[in-house]
């Protein structure tokens, strides 16, 4: 049998070039399926349970502690969804890379059973990133970098409340390459939500009328017009998933250099 690791003394490189440009091909060869599954449940979400709430929470008509606490539960329940449209996409960006297709049923079921193990390491990847923030931003990243597989392996091997020591693992010795991966996308970004906000801006001149007043992130929804609430759902389905993708790219890289064979073996390896 042929030994497909690399041979002793000889690291092999993560391709941060190769990761951006997969990371791009596959957004822009799936984009309707990618767009469709975030844009999808975000506008419903928005339209059916975030608007109607938000509505009663205008200050006129509430107490400020019930404002507060159910400007809590919307968070919540915004958190609830993200956790699960991230879970379904990188689940989905890993099968499309394989060759296996999107796999949309196994997306979900990965989402739903790994839910909790996301949510609660979540919890504690967000302290500790931010901790190295504090110290300085350097240590921040290097966090970020070290912990940024960890959804990639409670969806895609079932790693469960493990999953951050397998993080840890498979990002050793490839943390600053994965830094470089993690700049580019926060600077594009950037740009994407500059173009965004300039676009509104520009496009509704009386924007500052419609927030003006608001005391919380509720009531500004309650008051924003329901045609940019589908702009809105439709930037974050553009954006979202190139991040998640890469993720999930950088995962099946390093998982094909640590442990050998092709990311085409990857599916066969938890079916």
Not at 38 to 67: G, H, K, W
């Amino acid at each position: 049998m042929t030994d497909t690791n690399p041979t002793p003394g000889f690291k092999a490189e993560l391709g941060v070039g190769r990761i951006l440009g997969g990371t791009f091909d596959l957004y822009f060869k799936n984009f309707p399926l990618m767009f469709g599954i975030v844009f999808v449940p975000y506008l419903i979400y928005t339209l059916l349970v975030l608007n109607p709430v938000s509505e009663q929470l205008m200050p006129s008509t509430v107490d400020s502690m019930a404002s507060f606490t159910s400007s809590l539960a919307i968070a919540a329940l915004s958190g609830f969804l993200v956790i699960l449209l991230q879970a379904v996409v990188v689940r989905m960006s890993i099968s499309l890379h394989t060759g296996q297709g999107a796999q949309l049923g196994e997306a979900v079921r990965g989402a739903v059973t790994g839910f909790l193990p996301i949510l609660i390491l979540g919890i504690i990847a967000g302290i500790a990133t931010m901790i190295g923030f504090l110290l300085l931003i350097v240590p921040g990243l290097y966090v970020l970098a070290l912990l940024y597989v960890y959804v990639p392996a409670i969806v895609f091997e079932k790693a469960g409340f493990s999953a951050l020591g397998r993080s840890e693992e498979l990002t050793k010795g490839y943390r600053w390459a994965i830094v470089g991966i993690i700049l580019v996308l926060v600077i594009l970004n950037w740009i994407l939500s500059a173009i965004y906000s300039a676009v509104i801006f520009t496009s509704v001149m009386d924007l500052g009328e419609i927030t003006s007043g608001a005391s919380n992130p509720a009531s500004i929804a309650a008051a924003t017009p329901w045609w940019l609430t589908v702009v809105s759902a439709a930037f974050q389905a553009v954006v979202l998933p190139i991040g998640l993708i890469a993720s999930g790219l950088v995962y099946a890289r390093l998982r094909e250099i640590k442990e050998g064979g092709s990311t085409g073996d990857l599916l066969k390896v938890f079916e």
